[in-house]
């Protein structure tokens, strides 16, 4: 049950909306965080502290890309195939992980590592071609950096070429390093 | 929806000048025009949601299209809904909206009635799309409800249905753009109302009945148009039919008091009637058991058997029942035999159960037998007070009547109700209160007693009625001084503050409703908490204020016309005094023969003079004493002693099964007359299929009875003898479209209030005797469930789908203290005896209390101790405190 | 050096900036609210923005001091200030690094429209995927919090702006401002019909005014400087202020620049974003977000204000210049860009719902070789009869690509289905009957 390992969490987003449904998005990302994905248990229990009925929590998961209702990799690659992303080469990319992880769009590694998806426009169009690896963006990619960031994610965990805070391009006496 | 005034604005549609309400919006005010702009997703009775875009038209000095659906009507607009670019606009939303359909309709049960259909037709609509087509893979099947997800052109009516009109939000749009589907939750089938909304507001076939799929084209059908019977609301519904079968009922939008929409009872119930299970030829005991005989031997035997009787004991050895199922001209020709022909005031209807207690406080308190509002003054109400109701459960549309004046007109929703807001998988009217007080059955006179001390230590009492009858007010205002807050805070746990907020929003309200339900009236003391909440609104004021009143729900279909057609022991037809001479004699000189003088016994009554040996001879019509008494009346015994039992029946039920002679009745589905609800309103009741079997209507078996008895009271239809109610009662049934509320009788409130209220002061002003709960015990409550409605709709295969059996209904917090969960067996018993059945928990019953739903009851009535309000005579068994344990 | 005074990215561009309190406190930041609450009646902050001639950066382009003023002004309940940081138009990233690098600028924004509008409470609906800016707002708001720049008592004045972050969760429609009120209250992202509009319909049914993240950081600066200085920049009077203008696609520098409105795009390009990424010739650019219709190497004078934009047959947008050398298919990117349509199209009403789904199926076939000549006719018909029908502006943007390509490379779409009925000399019947 969410309500009893996040008690405090949830009566804080819970605080900050005149009305409870506000709260819904924020408590599907909590059942996320917790299980990785929304399940139908977590769906009612959020009906239930929100005083709504399981198919108004289930219309809003469904909307909504980012809400999994289904488990997904430990590293949910998120490809931008939008055109920005595309004039700058975001098909290799997508061509990349089918050649390094055996995995198309949709797919899951059979060590349930990685799951890719080619998605829509994440607003990083000036450094493609990019991805979301979970929460974090990899900006302007290329093979090498592809390589290392599968290394280091099978490795670590996560990956220091993550990118961000966003500036691009940077300025002019630009930061030597990272 | 926008606020309609008495204001007015002018436009111009297709150049047709009208003027209409201001907000009106502008498909409406085409409507009105005899325009009619096509639409999908534009319903009435929803807020616009403008999605389907079919309804565009042009305006005026305004650059794009606009849709009608959600443009309010201006002054000086001009609009146009048939010019090229107009017409161009819907022959290209229809292309979108045709692109994915199967164009499946000649297996589509919607055919021949669907809006697609239509159009397509009426824009010869063509298509040029060639890709492939959307397909939703099936993943389960709902009972009773069937979704076709492909057909489905995303309106969102049923939706917006389920949750504007219903409260209930069962349904959901999954997914995203074109993959957007209508489902309730995962690949779970619907659980919920079963209104049948959605199958109704679906103007495609995405949601059509599984009751009638595949059975039939629509303009195969024959319709009727009548009135459900299945509770007090008299909703109208229209029975569709192919020869003798009953394929499907709907309500017409606008059609009817419940204005088209229907529950699940009257949406899926209907089958009850056809059921194989029927009474189809007369049955005479013979050698102790029952055998089938001719109509004439049936009849022949009655009356030789009642002549005997008669001769030898007089007509004070016979009494009868009838149900309130039956017609207001069954009704009132059966007291009319009972009193002429038998000679008799031993009669009682099924009204006695607790029906009886409202209206005899309205005809003590304000001189009318009936409601001084109508569902239009629920709906307009700004305070509403709900006491023992569970409404969307018992009344369900004068539940839909209370949602619409929270959920559209803002109403207060004031409840007290043994109920917990928990939202579930059925609508539960403490989730749309203001203020709502949990308080057990047992403990609403409590509660209701709290809110008079409220109202007149708050000072809230109307300087009006303080000046009118001051005795009145001091004495009230003494009985509630010497009940203190602390005591109705232990027997209600609700505190004074409270009381006094719930009071204060009484007292504020300019269109005051107070509606009593049967969970109420069938208590103990429920005739003195009815007096109570009349006084309550005539210490605040409200009882002659236009818009306000006292309404008690009914909950047979005709318990208000038994009342009105004297088939009560105390009342003659019109609801007038048997001991009132003038009455009588008006009686008299109508029916050219004197009315019998002796008092007649009540149903517990004559159970008593019959185990007495009193009574010979019992005429029972659609009643079942045995069935649904407490074995304590001992009805069973009693009934078995009596030398004649005649039974009009449609099941050999309990007491048919006793009798000595039973015979076939015909149901509401196949006869004629007139129903009154629990507004009092009398509407026309019409025959869909012809008798099953050899049954015949009540009536026509009671005069059949009169004919062989040598006092005919012949008529050669239904009609005939609504003909003589009407020259009995003036104006009986207009059967117009709405009731005309009676106001109060001021004379009758100033009787009451100078003596009328005295004797039973000190009584109904006493906190009901506070029940100590034992550890381990649970108080248990007979409830009246949405799937069913007495045992009647225990026959129907539909309602038997969504709810087949007993089942108790129980608290988490209860269910945990037993180790109880939903499924388990459970064993409920006190000193009386026991009864094993299923638990399922639900958040709505408070803690302490269990439910077990009446229609299935009968073996759990042993449990129940039974008292008889010694003014009104109804007989309360609705309450026991019960050990639970697990069964194994 | 940057040819033109930067005033959104200032701070970033100084080496070394944080974004942190301190050292926007340093750079003069949070001087503006100092001037105006509790000293400055809101009425006149409202004048100010008005003045300034500051028009919305979201896309629509809505002067912000003129929707301030839809605010009904004798309402007495809540009132909300929604900042619409759900940046999600193709081609735009601007917002991002507004958030991401210099928070306060924003919040100090956000906080002085809260005091214009009288709002006390102020949601950031920030995408789903920006999780870093998220948490860069949090912090920032933090910090402001303790500073006393937000909350229940802003610098001692009594007045309350609270400020919360609200992740939306993946639906490009929430950047619309009804959709993203109904997402906000935890619906569905569906667009709203109009009237009524947010002002007085808004968020939980109160007065409401959405805002972008770019409109809201440069109330700091119009409040400070004056709106006389903000009106002189730019092309006055119609099109004030700066842009920051992100270019992507095959420039040499994709990025974000901050131009005053008014410049080319042969300068945004040429001489900002280092030209021509092979040094092709430019092809096709889109000026202005996926949303807008393509411009060909004819528009590269076209200056970049909102006038001139629109009377190109376009418009400025969101301001995302998405650049295409020649040799680039633009069928296929157009398809790109239905598809995008397509995936994020929300269903509600029929027209967008259907049309996006015929139109890229139909755009895919052509792409896939399989095209016929009648559906060019059928590409254009359906185009127009979305356009202008729907509840929300997304059905004249899904279009945008399809009609604006169609106009400049017909010939690319001809040939394909030439390709297409060369390599099928037997015409195959459609699979699907028609009807």
């Not at chain 2, 969970?519 to 609104?537: H, T």
């Not at chain 2, 639900?842 to 309000?869: K, M, N, S, T, Y």
């Amino acid at each position: 049950m969410l309500k009893d390992k996040y008690q405090q969490e949830i009566d804080e987003l819970l605080s900050r909306y005149p009305v409870k449904r506000s709260a819904l998005i924020p408590l599907l990302y909590l059942a996320q965080r917790d299980e990785g994905f929304v399940s139908e248990g977590a769906m009612k229990e959020i009906a239930g502290l929100l005083h709504l009925t399981p198919p108004q929590v289930y219309e809003t998961a469904t909307f909504y890309t980012m809400i999994n209702l289904k488990p997904v990799g430990k590293f949910h690659l998120q490809v931008c195939k939008s055109l920005m992303c595309a004039l700058a080469g975001s098909d290799t990319v997508i061509g990349w992980v089918k050649t390094k992880l055996g995995i198309g769009p949709g797919e899951t590694t059979t060590d349930g590592l990685f799951t890719l998806s080619a998605v829509e426009c994440l607003a990083a169009c000036g450094t493609a071609p990019m991805m979301q690896v979970n929460d974090d963006y990899y900006e302007r990619l290329t093979e090498d950096t592809f390589d290392r960031i599968l290394a280091d994610l099978k490795k670590d965990g996560s990956c220091s070429l993550k990118t961000g805070p966003f500036m691009w391009p940077e300025p002019a006496p630009a930061k030597p390093g990272a | 929806m926008a606020n309609q005034t008495t204001e007015t604005v002018r436009l111009m549609i297709d150049g047709i000048s009208i003027s209409v309400p201001k907000g009106t919006l502008v498909i409406e005010a085409a409507r009105q025009a005899g325009v009619m702009i096509p639409h999908f997703c534009y319903h009435p009775k929803l807020k616009p949601d403008a999605n389907c875009r079919m309804c565009l038209v042009e305006i005026e000095r305004v650059r794009k299209l606009q849709t009608s659906c959600s443009t309010v009507a201006t002054e000086g607009m001009a609009v146009r809904t048939a010019t090229t670019v107009v017409n161009d606009a819907h022959k290209s939303v229809l292309e979108f909206i045709l692109a994915n359909h199967p164009l499946d309709c000649p297996v589509c049960d919607q055919g021949g009635r669907c809006d697609l259909q239509d159009f397509s037709h009426q824009y010869t609509a063509t298509s040029r799309f060639a890709e492939t087509k959307r397909i939703f893979q099936k993943e389960y099947f709902s009972p009773l409800i069937e979704t076709q997800m492909n057909r489905c052109v995303q309106c969102l009516r049923c939706v917006r249905y389920c949750d504007e009109v219903m409260d209930v939000k069962a349904l959901a749009p999954i997914g995203r753009g074109t993959m957007t589907e209508i489902k309730s939750f995962g690949n779970h089938p619907l659980d919920c109302e079963f209104c049948g909304g959605c199958v109704q507001i679906c103007p495609v076939g995405a949601i059509t009945s599984r009751l009638s799929m595949y059975e039939y084209r629509p303009w195969m059908l024959k319709r009727a148009d009548t009135i459900c019977t299945f509770c007090g609301d008299g909703c109208q519904i229209t029975v569709q039919t192919k020869d003798q079968e009953l394929i499907e009922v709907n309500s017409a939008h606008s059609g009817g008091r419940n204005n088209g929409d229907l529950c699940a009872r009257g949406y899926f119930g209907f089958h009850a009637a056809s059921h194989p299970d029927r009474v189809t030829h007369p049955l005479i005991r013979r050698n102790g058991t029952l055998v089938e005989a001719t109509w004439e031997e049936a009849l022949l035997f009655v009356a030789e058997q009642t002549n005997r009787i008669k001769q030898a004991h007089g007509p004070q050895a016979f009494g009868g029942l009838i149900s309130g199922r039956c017609t207001n001209e069954e009704l009132y020709l059966f007291q009319k035999f009972m009193r002429l022909t038998i000679g008799t005031n031993n009669l009682d209807s099924s009204a006695r159960y607790g029906h009886v207690n409202g209206v005899q406080a309205m005809r003590r308190v304000q001189g009318t037998h009936r409601w001084t509002v109508t569902f239009e003054d629920i709906v307009q109400a700004d305070v509403l007070l709900l006491v023992g109701t569970n409404i969307t459960e018992a009344n369900p549309i004068t539940g839909l009547k209370v949602k619409e004046a929270v959920k559209k007109q803002e109403a207060t929703l004031l409840t007290i109700e043994a109920l917990q807001p928990a939202v579930g998988t059925i609508s539960n009217i403490t989730n749309l209160s203001k203020q709502h007080l949990c308080v057990a059955p047992s403990q609403f006179g409590a509660a209701v007693l709290g809110l008079l001390k409220a109202v007149i230590e708050g000072d809230h009492v109307d300087p009006g009625i303080r000046q009118r009858a001051s005795d009145y007010v001091s004495a009230l205002s003494h009985a509630v001084r010497q009940i203190a807050w602390e005591d109705l805070a232990v027997s209600t746990g609700i505190s004074s503050d409270s009381f006094a907020q719930m009071a204060a929003s009484v007292v504020r309200g300019r269109r005051v409703v107070v509606l009593a339900g049967q969970i109420l009236l069938r208590s103990q003391g429920g005739y003195g908490m009815c007096l109570n909440l009349l006084d309550l609104l005539l210490l605040s004021g409200k009882l002659t204020s236009p818009g306000c009143g006292f309404a008690p729900l009914a909950e047979e279909n005709n318990d208000q016309g038994a009342v009105e057609m004297g088939a009560v022991a105390e009342l003659l037809p019109g609801a007038l005094d048997l001991t009132d001479q003038d009455s009588r004699d008006r009686m008299a000189r109508a029916w050219k023969e004197e009315l019998p003088l002796v008092p007649g016994g009540t149903l517990i009554e004559m159970v008593d003079r019959a185990s007495a040996g009193i009574i010979k001879s019992l005429f029972v019509v659609g009643e079942n004493p045995v069935g649904s008494l407490p074995s304590q009346i001992r009805a069973k015994e009693a009934l078995s002693k009596l030398d004649l039992l005649v039974c009009q029946e449609l099941f050999l039920t309990e007491t048919a099964a006793l009798a000595h002679v039973v015979l076939p009745a015909a149901s509401a589905m196949e006869k004629a007359g007139t129903f009154t609800n629990t507004e009092g309103h009398a509407q026309a009741v019409r025959p869909a299929i012809d008798p099953v079997g050899d049954s015949r209507p009540d009536w026509e078996i009671l005069s059949a009875f009169s004919v062989f008895l040598g006092a005919p009271l012949e008529y050669g239809e239904a009609k005939e003898i609504l003909k003589e109610i009407r020259s009995v009662i003036p104006g009986y049934g207009s059967l117009g479209p709405s009731p005309i509320a009676p106001t109060a009788d001021p004379s009758a409130i100033d009787r009451y209030v100078t003596e009328g209220y005295r004797h039973d002061v000190a009584i109904r002003y006493t906190l009901p005797p506070r029940a100590v709960r034992q550890e381990g015990t649970v108080q248990l409550g007979l409830v009246q469930s949405l799937f069913h409605s007495g045992k009647f709709s225990t026959h129907s295969k539909g309602l038997l789908q969504i709810e087949p059996s007993a089942f108790l209904q129980m608290n988490p917090v209860d269910a945990a203290r037993f180790a109880l969960g939903s499924g388990d067996r459970v064993r409920l018993s006190n000193n009386r005896g026991q009864f094993i059945t299923t638990v399922k928990v639900l958040e709505r019953v408070p803690e302490g209390l269990a439910w077990l739903p009446d229609h299935f009851a009968q073996e759990a009535l042993r449990l129940f101790d039974c008292v008889i309000d010694p003014d009104t005579k109804v007989p309360s068994f609705r309450t026991a405190t019960v050990s639970v344990l697990k069964a194994t | 050096m940057p040819k033109y005074e930067l005033i959104l990215l200032k701070n970033m561009m100084q080496p070394g900036y944080t974004g942190s309190l301190q050292e926007y406190e340093r750079a003069g930041g949070y001087q503006a609210l100092r001037k105006v609450v509790g000293k400055v009646p809101p009425t006149e902050v409202t004048m100010a923005v008005m003045k300034s001639g500051l028009r919305g950066r979201g896309g629509a382009g809505f002067p912000t001091g003129v929707k301030w003023g839809f605010l009904p002004k004798d309402y007495q309940g809540p009132r909300y200030l929604c900042c619409n940081a759900d940046e999600s138009e193709p081609g735009t990233f601007k917002d991002r690094q507004l958030m991401e690098r210099d928070p306060h600028q924003l919040l100090e924004g956000i906080v002085l429209a809260c005091y214009a509008i009288g709002a006390e409470s102020a949601y950031i609906y920030i995408r789903g995927e920006l999780v870093l800016a998220a948490k860069i707002l949090e912090q920032a708001i933090a910090e402001a919090q303790a500073a006393g720049y937000i909350g229940a008592n802003i610098l001692g004045t009594g007045i309350t702006a609270n400020v919360w972050v609200h992740r939306g969760a993946g639906a490009y429609i929430c950047g619309e401002e009804t959709a993203l009120l109904e997402s906000l209250e935890g619906k569905r992202g569906l667009p709203r019909f109009k009237p009524p509009f947010p002002a007085t319909n808004g968020l939980y049914n109160k007065p409401t005014v959405v805002n972008n993240v770019e409109t809201l950081a440069n109330l700091p600066h119009i409040i400070g400087r004056g709106p006389e200085w903000f009106a002189s920049i730019g092309s006055p009077p119609k099109s004030t202020g700066t842009r920051v203008f992100c270019v992507s696609g095959h420039v040499k520098r994709p990025g974000n620049y901050e131009v005053p409105m008014g410049v080319t795009f042969r300068e945004l390009i040429y001489e900002h974003a280092g030209g021509m990424r092979s040094d092709k010739p430019l092809k096709a650019f889109i000026p202005g977000g996926a949303s807008a219709p393509f411009l060909t190497s004819d528009h590269l004078d076209v200056k970049l204000d909102f006038e001139s934009v629109a009377a190109a047959g376009s418009m400025l947008g969101s301001g995302g210049v998405t650049v295409m050398e020649e040799g680039t298919p633009m069928v296929w990117a157009a398809l790109r860009l239905m598809e995008f349509f397509y995936h994020e199209s929300c269903g509600k009403c029929s027209p967008c719902r259907e049309g996006s789904s015929w139109l890229v199926q139909t755009m895919r076939r052509i792409v896939a070789k399989r095209g016929q000549m009648e559906d060019l006719e059928t590409l254009v018909d359906l185009c127009k009869n979305i356009e202008g029908r729907t509840v929300c502006a997304f059905g004249e943007a899904e279009v945008a690509p399809i009609m604006s390509t169609l106009k400049y490379w017909r010939s690319e779409y001809v040939t394909l289905i030439q390709e297409a009925e060369a390599a099928n000399l037997i015409r195959l019947e459609p699979t699907v009957a028609r009807h």
